[in-house]
């Protein structure tokens, strides 16, 4: 199957302007508080259908950017514009609820992100029935379209996550992930747990899905290689801050930034 | 023991090695099959595999770090001549940190978290005996500094929490080559850091190597990893050593269907449109394990005779053996 054009530029379906973090410390008698800065002026913009990658080491923010972009977390200054809606604005204090975004994540264990006690088919509609969707027969459909979709058998929402292999799991939270017809998947090093054999069908699959619904994923990784393999750009981050961004092929081939480059090189791959 | 140059160069020697779990109730679970390698004095050897492979199972049964009665060893596994699979328990501890020393994936709960990194390796120290306070002392600051610290010191009364990860993971291999093993086990020590440090320890492990003769067995799963640092390779599948070799013409000559499968799963730069394919299926678990080929329900070449009876490792290569009736 083609994928679709991807070079054609059109409104981007997520716009990041100087987006910036800081954590209060608490301020002490005689002290005046100190903050600790996570991000600064990250900026950077995804169209319809294209998977960023987001590289650094721990503690350099990419968890934390992620984070504001979903709204588990305020940013402290900035902008986040997602087509024409306005999720983020700092300086006229807007802070759209997470629940309005329209923007899913999926997380990096799939043993822990998945409730033991619910069933799969709970689990997978759990997110429209907060929505407010009560028709049984509906959500049961949706559910096993869902999980057609990520490649489970439909008999698969009557088990527990238990019952399921760590890659089957992962398939369950990208299932629980789409449900809402999210325009951004958030993937928080969500391959990170698995198996190479299985990482690399969740890798085929996410991008099945990119083509199928035309989505934008932000993809979240320290591994270089399943960088290369499905993003089509790239921001480096490290203290806070975008050392460098391009098209993934530019970055990982010609890193120009001193940082980017002792990732790059640390990272051992195997030359075809 | 005829073969004297064999017994002399190996550090260990698995012959036959089968682990069983005892499930309860008079029932087992075969969970290592009849594994062989040697790992030479000085050698990196990488054991690779994926999660349910056997590999930290087989780590695990070189200290014998199981609870009495739940794991049963067939076959021969000597270190520095002693077979651990018949040896007492009292001569097994007596082993640990002189003859084999282990280091783990999460230092911080390796560390205790109230004991100054001076007492931690101390107290590795006195277990053996034999030296004095002040001797002990100087010992501590000599393997800090052998683990590369800058400013052993001052790290010496440092708490685990004042440590980044990738000094806590020197910490602990300065406590693990405080008795001078001859063999070093690294259970994926690297796998909860960043690239960068990642590097740091591979490089401090090469060269503890290259100054104290240590030998080192490498558990991973990571085969661009073990590629570039180990001197030989075991690939493992369901609890069965696949093929074995040199890391470098193993990693880029495979003969071992599974070695193919596994090194092509590795993701790399993609031409647009096109995708590199998985492994289908599932790894098999231990309680349906089957006749034949572990990996034959996923193998592309899979023939008839893969499904039945036994199959023994055969030379592929000059130096590489594999477990397959159908090598490339």
Partial sequence: MPAPAMTIPSAPVLRAERIGKTYQGRSRLFAQATGVTALTDVSFEVGPGEILGIVGESGCGKSTLARIIVGLEQASAGRLVAGDATLVDVAAGIFLPPAARRIQMVFQDPYSSLNPRMKVGDVVSEGLRIAGETDRRLLADRVAGMLRLVGLPAEAASRYPFQFSGGQRQRIGIARALITEPRILIADEAVSALDVSVQMQILNLLLDIRDRLGIAVLFISHDIGVIEYLCDKVIVLAQGKIVESGSADAVISKPSHVYTKKLIDAVPRIQD | ?328
């Avoid at chain 2, 661009?224 to 040199?246: C, N, Q």
Wanted: a neutral charge; hydrophobic letters at 40%; proline letters at 6%.
């Fill in chain 2, 1 to 328: 023991m005829h073969d004297t140059s064999r017994i002399d160069d190996a550090v260990l020697e698995a012959d036959q090695l089968s682990l069983f779990l005892r499930a309860g109730r008079g029932t087992e679970l075969k969970i290592v099959d009849s594994v062989s390698f040697s790992i030479a004095r000085g050698e990196f050897y990488a054991l690779v595999g994926e999660s349910g492979s056997g590999k930290t199972v087989i780590a695990r049964s070189l200290m014998r770090l199981f609870p009495p009665n739940t794991l049963r060893m067939e076959g021969r596994l000597v270190v520095d001549g002693v077979d651990l699979t018949t040896a007492p328990a009292s001569r097994v501890q007596r082993m640990r940190g002189r003859s084999i020393s282990m280091i783990f994936q999460e230092p911080m709960t390796s560390l205790n978290p109230l004991m100054t990194v001076e007492r931690q390796i101390d107290e590795a120290i006195a277990v053996v005996g034999g030296m004095g306070r002040r001797e002990r002392r100087e010992r501590v600051v000599e393997l800090l500094a052998d683990v590369q610290f800058a400013n052993p010191g001052s790290v010496r009364s440092m708490y685990p929490h004042e440590l980044s990860g990738g000094m806590r993971q020197r910490a602990m291999i300065a406590m693990a080559l405080a008795n001078n093993p001859s063999l070093l086990i690294a259970d994926e020590p690297t796998t909860a850091l960043d690239v960068t440090i990642q590097e740091e320890i591979l490089q401090l492990l090469l060269r503890l190597r290259d100054q104290h003769g240590l030998s080192i067995l490498f558990i991973s799963h990571d085969l661009s990893l073990v590629r570039r640092f180990a001197d030989r390779i075991g690939v493992l599948y369901g609890g069965v050593l696949m093929e074995t070799g040199p890391a470098h013409e193993l990693i880029d000559h495979p003969t071992h269907p599974y070695s193919r499968a596994l090194i092509d799963c590795i993701p790399r730069r993609r031409e647009a449109g096109k995708r590199q394919a998985g492994i289908d299926g599932l790894v098999p678990g231990v309680a349906d394990w089957f006749d034949g080929c572990r990996f034959a329900p996923r193998c592309p070449r899979m023939a008839e005779d893969c499904r039945h009876g036994r199959i023994e490792m055969t030379p592929t290569q000059p130096a590489q053996v594999a477990r397959c009736l159908h090598p490339l």
